[in-house]
T-cell receptor
Framework: GQNIDQPTEMTATEGAIVQINCTYQ??????LFWYQQHAGEAPTFLSY????GLEEKGRFSSFLSRSKGYSYLLLKELQMKDSASYLC??????????FGAGTTVTVRA | GAVVSQHPSWVICKSGTSVKIECRSL??????MFWYRQFPKQSLMLMAT?????????EQGVEKDKFLINHASLTLSTLTVTSAHPEDSSFYIC??????????????FGPGTRLTVL
């Protein structure tokens, strides 16, 4: 099966920066996604990486290293509304998404 | 972005009854839709892949006779939980795949359906 690991939870202060790491081992690779999920709601798309390097999108950036099976999501200028669960998902060789367990980020004033 | 709707948003039913959940892509055609299940404080687990006009492909451990999937059109897929039991209580989320630029083929998620079986 697929193996996707990310920290369970992180806490940071409003205005700070937080980096969520994700390591993966999958059978085949066709891209890595990051999603944000608030409690009781469906995930919303944040970013997509298929080639190595950094993708920047406003306050959120995502990095991928395929050789290391590693990605991170960087959240800058944290706001209270950023408190949520962040899911790392890898699309495998069959184009199916496998999700990590999610990282709960709590932003404190 | 593309919009995916689900109906109902939440449902409470008695043990032994069947429940149907609809997933619709509102502004695009989705040849492929996916059904996920999420238990509290756990991640999404893929249940099955639904392709328009053909039988669904179920993941290992998911009973195809219990979770009936029908993808009758390019904008609608339905999941029927048959003879529901309390252990089927969960958050069911569908997603629809839209072919994207640079092969991103992003999945757009519906708002989810909270099923509670008494």
């Amino acid at each position: 099966g697929q193996n996707i690991d990310q920290p369970t939870e992180m806490t940071a202060t409003e205005g700070a920066i937080v980096q969520i790491n994700c390591t993966y081992q999958t059978s085949g690779f066709n891209g890595l996604f990051w999603y944000q999920q608030h409690a009781g709601e469906a995930p919303t798309f944040l970013s997509y990486n298929v080639l190595d390097g950094l993708e920047e999108k406003g306050r959120f950036s995502s990095f991928l290293s395929r050789s290391k099976g590693y990605s991170y999501l960087l959240l800058k200028e944290l706001q209270m509304k950023d408190s949520a669960s962040y899911l790392c998902a890898v699309r495998d060789g069959d184009y199916k998404l496998s999700f990590g367990a999610g990282t709960t980020v709590t932003v404190r004033a | 972005g593309a919009v995916v709707s689900q109906h109902p948003s939440w449902v409470i039913c008695k043990s032994g009854t069947s429940v149907k959940i609809e997933c619709r892509s509102l502004d695009f055609q989705a040849t492929t839709m996916f059904w996920y299940r999420q238990f509290p404080k756990q991640s999404l687990m893929l249940m099955a892949t639904s392709n328009e006009g053909s039988k669904a492909t179920y993941e290992q451990g998911v009973e195809k006779d219990k979770f009936l999937i029908n993808h009758a059109s390019l904008t609608l897929s339905t999941l029927t939980v048959t003879s529901a039991h309390p252990e089927d209580s969960s958050f069911y989320i569908c997603s629809a795949q839209e072919p994207g630029l640079a092969g991103s083929d992003e999945q757009f998620f519906g708002p989810g359906t909270r099923l509670t079986v008494l």
